[in-house]
């Protein structure tokens, strides 16, 4: 009897410390209909949610934390619909996550760190953007899985195009997303290795690392001769195996493990990077990337993963 009593409270000690922790993102303070959404959604899946942290304001941004067990992966896209409906960003903290083990922030490129997806704004210049964004689309949605043949598919439709053009897209359409540059402050003087990692180009990425200041950049070598693009890429393409290789790279590079790690990025080919990080960020993404990630930030900045390292 006394053994299966002590069973017993192995076992719930064990399953509260199991507990999600559940953050609430928002640019208002969190609504208090919002908490009352989510108990009543809790009650009735027979989820278990208390209030661990009320309503705060941190910079630019309000959150709040409720502490939820026996939480299902269907759940959780119903509590992230919930958020929605209060303007509000969800995102779920594995019992495992650390904020102070955290050791190196890696990112994608095109429409996570930035604005645009580059390689469409480039052939937008040849009066192509259609066409190659339509096979961009269709890849980061998860549609083409070979995301080494897209790309080749798409740079080839940009041969003959002055590489002027690079420089124009840069000057003319790129722009850091909201809270891309005090995220990268931020990261920096935490002391991260800070990893931008894309299927991109060397052109912009490089530009991204004197700008931002990344320790390390990783992407595609455009072909360019006679000062125009040949419609080939350089070398192997970095696409969603090499981006977690790189990653892990990284890690292994500083003597940690993935877990101290933070992963963000929008499309399918990110999802190799997101997987198994301490913390994956979904930023404005793709409904596959969302389902899998920790966090998923539509409403609210980059910047706002700074309220999950405190």
Same mark, same amino acid.
């Given at each position: 009897?006394?053994?299966?009593?002590?069973?017993?409270?192995?076992?719930?000690?064990? #399953? =509260?410390?199991?507990?999600?922790?559940?953050?609430?993102? @928002?640019?208002?303070?969190?609504?208090?209909?919002?908490? #009352?959404?989510?108990?009543?959604?809790?009650?009735?899946?027979?989820?278990?949610?208390?209030?661990?942290?009320?309503?705060?304001?941190?910079?630019?941004? $309000?959150?709040?934390?409720?502490?939820?067990?026996?939480?299902?992966?269907?759940?959780?896209?119903?509590?992230?619909?919930?958020?929605?409906?209060?303007?509000?960003?969800?995102?779920?903290?594995?019992?495992?996550?650390?904020?102070?083990?955290?050791?190196?922030?890696?990112?994608?490129?095109?429409?996570?760190?930035?604005?645009?997806?580059?390689?469409?704004?480039?052939?937008?210049?040849?009066?192509?953007?259609?066409?190659?964004?339509?096979?961009?689309?269709?890849?980061?949605?998860?549609?083409?899985?070979?995301?080494?043949?897209?790309?080749?598919?798409?740079?080839?439709?940009?041969?003959?195009?002055?590489?002027?053009?690079?420089?124009?897209?840069?000057? *003319?359409?790129?722009?850091?997303?909201?809270?891309?540059?005090?995220?990268?402050?931020?990261?920096?003087?935490?002391?991260?290795?800070?990893?931008?990692?894309?299927?991109?180009? #060397? $052109?912009?990425?490089?530009?991204?690392?004197?700008?931002?200041?990344?320790?390390? #950049?990783?992407?595609?070598?455009?072909?360019?001769?006679?000062?125009?693009?040949?419609?080939?890429?350089?070398?192997?393409?970095?696409?969603?195996?090499?981006?977690?290789?790189?990653?892990?790279?990284?890690?292994?590079?500083?003597?940690?493990?993935?877990?101290?790690?933070?992963?963000?990025?929008?499309?399918?080919?990110?999802?190799?990077?997101?997987?198994?990080?301490?913390? @994956?960020?979904?930023?404005?993404? =793709?409904?596959?990337?969302? *389902?899998?990630?920790?966090?998923? $930030?539509?409403?609210?900045?980059?910047?706002?993963?700074?309220?999950?390292?405190?």
């Amino acid at each position: 009897m006394k053994a299966q009593l002590s069973l017993t409270l192995y076992d719930l000690t064990m #399953t =509260k410390l199991e507990s999600t922790t559940l953050v609430a993102i @928002s640019k208002e303070p969190v609504s208090q209909a919002l908490g #009352t959404a989510l108990k009543d959604f809790s009650s009735k899946q027979g989820i278990e949610i208390t209030n661990k942290q009320p309503n705060q304001a941190n910079g630019s941004y $309000f959150s709040e934390r409720w502490s939820i067990q026996n939480l299902s992966e269907g759940s959780r896209t119903a509590l992230r619909n919930i958020a929605a409906e209060h303007d509000t960003d969800l995102v779920f903290l594995s019992p495992s996550f650390n904020p102070e083990a955290i050791r190196v922030l890696a990112m994608d490129m095109d429409s996570t760190l930035i604005n645009i997806e580059c390689i469409d704004e480039i052939a937008d210049f040849a009066g192509k953007k259609s066409d190659v964004a339509k096979i961009t689309e269709a890849t980061m949605r998860g549609e083409i899985k070979d995301f080494k043949e897209s790309l080749r598919k798409r740079v080839a439709l940009l041969e003959g195009i002055s590489v002027d053009v690079l420089e124009s897209v840069y000057q *003319e359409r790129l722009r850091p997303n909201p809270g891309a540059t005090e995220l990268l402050a931020a990261a920096h003087q935490r002391g991260l290795h800070t990893l931008l990692v894309s299927g991109g180009f #060397t $052109f912009f990425t490089d530009k991204l690392r004197e700008e931002l200041g990344f320790t390390q #950049t990783q992407s595609n070598t455009l072909e360019i001769v006679d000062h125009k693009l040949t419609g080939r890429v350089l070398g192997h393409i970095v696409d969603g195996a090499a981006k977690a290789a790189y990653l892990e790279q990284a890690c292994a590079s500083l003597g940690v493990s993935k877990v101290q790690a933070i992963a963000m990025g929008d499309g399918a080919n990110d999802l190799l990077m997101m997987h198994g990080a301490g913390l @994956s960020v979904a930023y404005q993404a =793709k409904p596959v990337v969302k *389902e899998k990630a920790d966090a998923a $930030f539509d409403r609210v900045g980059l910047d706002a993963a700074l309220l999950l390292l405190d």
